[in-house]
């Protein structure tokens, strides 16, 4: 059965006591369906609340916003993969678009990073997506393909715990998306990618991100190769979200 994946990041929202209220009504209105996931990226400070909140409930997965690629040290400031697992992460974002334009995040350094959840059993969604004028000038495969070669080196079955998130910059946050086609045309370019490497194309799983709503939720994921999306805006707000999901 095809996955249907609705994953809010909630980016620099909702601390622990906001999300212990939103995980209330969320869940007082949610009924688990078959093939359907709603997953949650809370403020790394928020995890063990969101993640003690859902309380194992079927098909409801915690993540992580963002992981350091080393397990301990002195960077202040980070998260390792093995903390954010021990806060009831099972999931984490990486190379999100806000990581790497407004944070300086490097493919370098996304790959180390997927490595690092890899290594602790954490479902990495690697965000990839190009900028407005990468688009305009007919860049977009290549400027994807440069971000999937984060992955470069990973066998096929390190590559099948991989999710991609496909998310255009110049559609975050912004009440533009891209058309159902468009986003098609990025997602087959990922799917092949994979394909060309071990990963059976039904097995790779591809969300897509950037002003989805719940107006615009469901021609996209009409489209067969968009499992899922990605949302930052619309998941913040309990009752958008629950009409989303539903
Ligand atoms: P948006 O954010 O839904 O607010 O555009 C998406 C994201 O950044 O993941």
Same mark, same amino acid.
């Given at each position: 059965?095809?996955?249907?994946?609705?994953?809010?990041?909630?980016?620099?929202?909702?601390?622990?006591?906001?999300?212990?209220?939103?995980?209330?009504?969320?869940?007082?209105?949610?009924?688990?369906? /078959?093939?359907?996931?709603?997953?949650?990226?809370?403020? /790394?400070?928020?995890?063990?609340?969101?993640?003690?909140?859902?309380?194992?409930?079927?098909?409801?997965?915690?993540?992580?916003?963002?992981?350091?690629?080393?397990?301990?040290?002195?960077?202040?400031?980070?998260?390792?993969?093995?903390?954010?697992?021990?806060?009831?992460?099972?999931?984490?974002?990486?190379?999100?678009?806000?990581?790497?334009?407004?944070?300086?995040?490097?493919?370098?350094?996304?790959?180390?990073?997927?490595?690092?959840?890899?290594?602790?059993?954490?479902?990495?969604?690697?965000?990839?997506?190009?900028?407005?004028?990468?688009?305009?000038?007919?860049?977009?495969?290549?400027?994807?393909?440069?971000?999937?070669?984060?992955?470069?080196?990973?066998?096929?079955?390190?590559?099948?715990?991989?999710?991609?998130?496909?998310?255009?910059?110049?559609?975050?946050?912004?009440?533009?998306?891209?058309?159902?086609?468009?986003?098609?045309?990025?997602?087959?370019?990922?799917?092949?990618?994979? /394909?060309?490497?071990?990963?059976?194309?039904?097995?790779?799983?591809?969300?897509?991100?950037?002003?989805?709503?719940?107006?615009?939720?469901?021609?996209?994921?009409?489209?067969?190769?968009?499992?899922?999306?990605?949302?930052?805006?619309?998941?913040?707000?309990?009752?958008?979200?629950?009409?989303?999901?539903?």
């Amino acid at each position: 059965m095809s996955r249907r994946i609705f994953a809010g990041n909630w980016k620099m929202h909702l601390g622990p006591e906001d999300a212990r209220q939103f995980l209330k009504v969320f869940l007082s209105r949610y009924r688990h369906e /078959a093939g359907r996931e709603v997953w949650f990226f809370p403020a /790394a400070v928020a995890l063990p609340a969101v993640a003690e909140a859902a309380g194992g409930r079927a098909g409801i997965v915690v993540g992580a916003q963002n992981v350091h690629w080393e397990d301990q040290g002195a960077f202040t400031g980070e998260i390792s993969a093995p903390m954010a697992r021990q806060a009831g992460a099972q999931a984490a974002l990486v190379g999100h678009s806000e990581r790497r334009h407004i944070f300086g995040e490097t493919d370098e350094q996304t790959g180390r990073k997927v490595r690092a959840l890899l290594r602790h059993q954490l479902t990495p969604v690697l965000c990839v997506g190009e900028k407005l004028e990468e688009r305009e000038q007919g860049h977009t495969l290549q400027v994807v393909e440069g971000q999937l070669a984060a992955l470069a080196g990973l066998d096929a079955a390190a590559l099948g715990q991989v999710i991609v998130a496909y998310e255009p910059v110049w559609a975050i946050g912004t009440g533009k998306n891209a058309t159902p086609k468009d986003a098609a045309e990025v997602h087959g370019f990922i799917r092949a990618w994979f /394909a060309a490497r071990g990963v059976a194309e039904r097995h790779t799983t591809i969300l897509y991100g950037g002003s989805v709503k719940p107006d615009n939720v469901k021609p996209l994921l009409a489209e067969p190769e968009i499992n899922g999306v990605l949302v930052g805006g619309a998941s913040v707000n309990v009752a958008t979200w629950s009409e989303m999901v539903r």
